[in-house]
């Protein structure tokens, strides 16, 4: 294994943990059915590009987008994370106020798919269906980007995010505030009726679930140096519950497993896949579509046989009670 | 935990003045009035479909009324919501279990309780020491409580694998961790094996005892007769009737609707 491999499967493993974790707040702890993350993770990504690069008019004018600020690190990814929490406050207000939980599923699907035909067909914003391209990455004007050394910077910048995401999703998990979440979760009316404001906690972790949504996407795009519609079409949430789902609902660390398994390990083990079958050559887009197949039958295999996950959500036994 | 009677005995803890609610056109509610004394358990009785449980969560907000008053205390709730009205200590439980079915039995109660200070984002981001006060604190009230209903072995159990009657329980324990001022019971005895119905005749009366004012919505006649102080009787979305069981029981009209039915 070289040492680009083995930073892109670290940088890609981070980025996939930090979203896992958000999706894992706002679905497994909370309830909320968010499956428009992705366009979290797609602003984050989209912000921090326009905040990094030069003006559109560099480079030929080749590509056009708004902004182009050249801002140094860590003012994209910072960048990032808030647009995320900022798109998350209207959204929300508009889902998660009044909409039962069914409609609040449908309607932030239906986001999706709005958001990405937007950005796909509005070329001028940040040029459509080609995407943003040449993103540079953090410090990338002082280290060779193709360097090892950049690959290994790169990690180094983005364990500490992993770390700072684990410790906000741990102290909200395990606190009084995450039991209310839980609360909600289970029966919200009965939440109601004991003094939890459902809307109140329901945005406060949607935006939470935002900022860190937009965060990993930052990462990403840095590491990619592109960003483009068809990288964040909505199916790329369904892969994320199917971590989440897989790993273990409302359980960090299941989150973190789910992320490792499912987007990380899937797309590891299909490399593993000969081009061809003896003499037989299957057509290009098969292993694509299987893995669609194989993620579809992950999560019905997991709802229907180990609802939980594999680390199911831990049941809190407090010191001096009964096991 | 003591349930203290905060208002004067003789002046209502709660007044529900032509209260309406409607179903597109179908008055569930039809003018209720209603008022509740500190310190008693006042009975609401009614043939299926009379505007009970409607009015009971019109009362804690959980519905909204069409039109009328809620006055608790002196203070007029009519137009808030129902988080808001908990928060003043008027709590419900409901007629369905409606217990945190993935939280432990302990958890149940301490989610409820108001005043943890890492019950907030920013509590909880700040970590554990921030909050552990409050938590150690609630954690030995709700202890106190489960001893009391004879539900500490429980206490680490997941609150969905519990029996009817212990959901029953644990929902009165939730809404006791909130210090009630006023606490609506919605049928707390249906579907509660006969041996609950007992025990939780009996954690009433001593609810009663020190000074927690009740309105419980319940069709067990005997239990009501037992229990109450006043008894209301509805019937088509209306009061139809109010005084002691034994008192009611003479009216012809009364009896008719409801009592021998």
Not at chain 2, 213 to 233: A, F
Request: charged share 15%.
């Amino acid at each position: 294994m070289n040492s680009y491999y083995a930073a892109t499967l670290l940088v890609y493993a981070g980025v996939d943990i930090i979203a896992c974790l958000a999706l894992n707040l706002q679905f497994g702890v909370s309830g909320i059915v968010n499956f428009s993350f992705i366009v979290f993770q797609a602003v984050g990504a989209y912000t921090a590009a326009v905040l990094s690069m030069p003006p559109d008019t560099a480079n030929g004018g080749y590509q056009t987008y708004v902004g182009g600020f050249q801002l140094p690190f860590p003012i994209p990814w910072i960048g990032g994370a808030l647009a995320g929490g900022l798109l998350a406050i209207p959204v929300g207000l508009v889902v998660l106020r009044k909409l039962r939980s069914d409609y609040q599923a449908i309607s932030l699907l239906v986001l999706s798919v709005i958001a990405n035909s937007v950005i796909t067909n509005v070329r001028p914003f940040l040029n459509g269906a080609a995407g943003i391209a040449q993103v540079p990455g953090p410090f990338a004007d002082q280290v060779n980007p193709l360097t090892p050394s950049y690959q290994l910077l790169y990690v180094g910048l983005t364990v500490p995010c992993v770390l700072l995401v684990w410790l906000v999703a741990s102290r909200i998990v395990n606190s009084p505030f995450g039991r209310s979440l839980r609360a909600m979760r289970e029966h919200e009316l009965a939440a109601t009726a004991i003094g939890k404001n459902p809307v109140q906690l329901k945005m406060t972790i949607f935006i939470v679930g935002g900022v860190i949504g937009g965060l990993s996407g930052a990462i990403l795009v840095g590491f990619i140096a592109v960003v483009a519609p068809s990288i964040w079409l909505y199916p790329e949430t369904i892969i994320l519950f199917a971590a989440v789902i897989v790993g273990g609902r409302g359980n960090n660390v299941g989150a973190i497993l789910g992320a490792l398994l499912v987007p990380v390990g899937f797309e590891e083990a299909t490399r593993l896949i000969p081009p061809t079958i003896g003499e037989w050559v299957p057509p290009p887009n098969l292993i694509p579509a299987m893995q669609w197949v194989a993620i579809g039958l992950l999560i019905i295999g997991f709802l229907w046989f180990r609802p939980q996950g594999v680390r199911p959500e831990t049941r809190r036994v407090f010191e001096g009670g009964p096991e | 935990m003591s349930p203290t009677m905060t208002a004067a005995p003789d002046k209502p803890m709660l007044v529900a003045t032509d209260i309406h609610r409607h179903f597109e056109g179908m008055r569930a509610v039809d003018g209720v009035s209603l008022e509740v004394l500190p310190g008693k358990i006042t009975g609401l009785i009614g043939p299926n479909g009379a505007g009970k449980s409607t009015f009971l969560a019109v009362l804690a907000g959980t519905l909204p009324a069409t039109s009328g008053t809620i006055v608790l205390e002196g203070e007029d709730i009519s137009r808030l919501p129902a988080y808001q009205r908990a928060r003043r200590r008027l709590v419900r439980t409901f007629q369905l279990p409606s217990e945190f079915a993935q939280l432990t039995v302990l958890e149940n109660l301490l989610v409820a309780a108001p005043n943890n200070r890492g019950d907030s984002l920013f509590g909880a981001l700040m970590g554990k020491r921030y909050w552990v006060g409050d938590e150690d604190r609630l954690i030995e009230e709700a202890r106190g409580l489960l001893k009391r209903f004879g539900m500490s072995a429980k206490e680490s159990d997941y609150a969905g694998t519990m029996s009817g009657g212990q959901k029953r329980l644990i929902e009165i324990m939730r809404a006791l961790m909130l210090h009630p001022r006023l606490l609506l019971l919605d049928e707390p005895m249906s579907g509660v094996h006969p041996k609950i119905v007992e025990e939780i005749q009996y954690y009433l009366q001593d609810l009663r005892a020190g000074g927690l004012t009740i309105l419980m919505v319940e069709h067990e006649l005997h239990m009501v007769e037992r229990l109450c102080d006043t008894v209301v009787v509805m019937a088509q979305g209306k009061v139809i009737g109010s005084g002691t069981m034994s008192s009611l029981r003479r009216q012809q009209e009364i009896v008719d609707a409801y009592l021998i039915g």
